[in-house]
């Protein structure tokens, strides 16, 4: 099994913050929509096991680019905000 640990960093991530990125819609879809936007901007670390991602996730992304993720995170929900694709709007 080969998993990128950023997706399940930024979707956490996501899931923490997406109160405070202004959406204006926060629908599965738009939501799916800035994950992947945001991963297509990141630069993938691929994991073999589940765990591994805890790992990752405390020793690689430390505070400078966990900030760094977050402009990015911020930046694709303002794309994605402005442009949704569902049609919730
Ligand atoms: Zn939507």
Redesign the pocket.
């Known amino acids: 099994m080969v998993i990128n640990a950023m997706e399940r960093i930024i979707k956490d991530l996501l899931d923490e913050y997406k109160n405070r990125l202004y959406l204006h819609?926060?629908?599965d879809?738009?939501l799916d929509d800035i994950l992947a936007l945001t991963l297509n901007k990141t630069l993938p670390r691929y994991v073999t096991k589940e765990e591994n991602i805890t790992y990752i996730k405390a020793n690689f992304v430390d505070k400078q680019e966990l900030t760094s993720l977050l402009v990015k995170l911020a930046e694709c929900a303002k794309i994605v905000s402005n442009r949704?694709?569902?049609h919730?709007?």
């Open positions: 819609c926060t629908c879809e738009c949704p694709i569902c919730n709007t």
